[in-house]
């Protein structure tokens, strides 16, 4: 039966990350997880893109520049100060839930992470899936290149 999830991701700003994102697609892979990976010709892309789909709509979307480590979600010091952005729909079931437990494991009264309600009506009527299906129309138009 074929995998009703797919990953797509888009990361590595230089060559000498290459390697490293090429074993992180392949550990994915022999994980089972149907996992597109690509990259910005000419190395130019320095945001790394999560695309996750379900039966070929996207339910979760994380864009950002931390990189995807141990090191850079955890509760190094100095904290990585970078931007990421994740929205998800109902059908990621359990992220939030996940999510919470991930970022407030340690009972931090100042967690690391923002989290926030998002309402359609304040996004100019764009909802989280249209959001995402625009996300993925777009970065899957940039000239990409497969790992």
């Known amino acids: 039966m074929r995998n009703p999830i797919k990953l797509t991701t888009v990361g590595v700003h230089n060559y000498?990350?290459?390697?490293r994102y090429r074993a992180f697609r392949d550990s994915l892979a022999a994980a089972g997880v149907s996992v597109d990976a690509y990259y910005k010709k000419g190395?130019?892309?320095?945001?790394?893109?999560?695309?996750?789909?379900?039966?070929?709509?996207?339910?979760?979307?994380?864009?950002?520049s931390s990189n995807v480590t141990r090191?850079?979600?955890?509760?190094?010091?100095?904290f990585n100060n970078e931007?990421?952005?994740?929205?998800?729909?109902?059908?990621?079931?359990?992220?939030?839930?996940w999510l919470d437990g991930a970022v407030y494991e340690n009972g931090d009264d100042f967690p690391p992470v923002i989290r926030s309600s998002?309402?359609?009506?304040?996004?100019?009527?764009?909802?989280?899936?249209?959001?995402?299906r625009v996300l993925r129309d777009e970065v899957l138009s940039e000239n990409l290149a497969p790992l």
């Not at 000498?16 to 390697?19: A, F, L, N, P």
């Not at 359609?120 to 899936?129: E, L, W």
């Open 83 to 97: 931007c990421d952005v994740a929205l998800w729909t109902r059908g990621a079931h359990g992220f939030g839930q």
């Open 16 to 19: 000498g990350w290459r390697e």
């Open 118 to 132: 998002y309402s359609a009506r304040a996004n100019r009527g764009v909802s989280i899936p249209d959001r995402l």
């Open 71 to 78: 090191r850079a979600f955890g509760t190094s010091v100095p």
């Open 43 to 64: 190395m130019n892309w320095h945001a790394k893109i999560f695309l996750l789909e379900r039966n070929g709509k996207c339910i979760l979307g994380i864009v950002g």
